[in-house]
Nanobody, 126 residues
Framework: QVQLVESGGGSVPPGGSLRLSCVAS????????MGWFRQVPGKEREVVTT????????YYASSVKGRFTISHDNAKSTLYLQMGSLKPEDSAMYYC???????????????????WGQGTQVTVSS
């Protein structure tokens, strides 16, 4: 059974940095898409970034491109999100998600991901 556990959220001032981690278990995750999504109350969950663990292809939402970096450590089965130059509008609950790649290419819709972590809160405020 796939399990995802996020950590690393917190409260930082604008311009600050945070690194989120997502420890995955229950699979080798050798051919998955693993991504970070975020959600604020009253809004739909949106993709932040996603990575193919087999070929390394990466997608970033335009709102975070150049500020956030996704990476995956296969040996540790851990997904990371390095966030920099944080803005108040980055404040949200951040979720780690995973899906077997199969024939999928660049899944950006949350409904395409069957496995989810519990979320970690990121608050950017002065």
């Amino acid at each position: 059974q796939v399990q995802l556990v996020e950590s690393g959220g917190g409260s930082v001032p604008p311009g600050g940095s945070l690194r989120l981690s997502c420890v995955a278990s229950g699979s080798t995750f050798s051919d998955f898409w693993m991504g970070w999504f975020r959600q604020v109350p009253g809004k739909e969950r949106e993709v932040v970034t996603t990575i193919s663990t087999r070929i390394g292809s990466i997608y970033y939402a335009s709102s975070v491109k150049g500020r956030f970096t996704i990476s995956h450590d296969n040996a540790k089965s851990t997904l990371y999100l390095q966030m920099g130059s944080l803005k108040p509008e980055d404040s949200a609950m951040y979720y780690c998600a995973a899906v077997e790649a199969g024939r999928l290419w660049l899944p950006l819709n949350p409904s395409q991901y069957p496995y989810w972590g519990q979320g970690t809160q990121v608050t950017v405020s002065s």
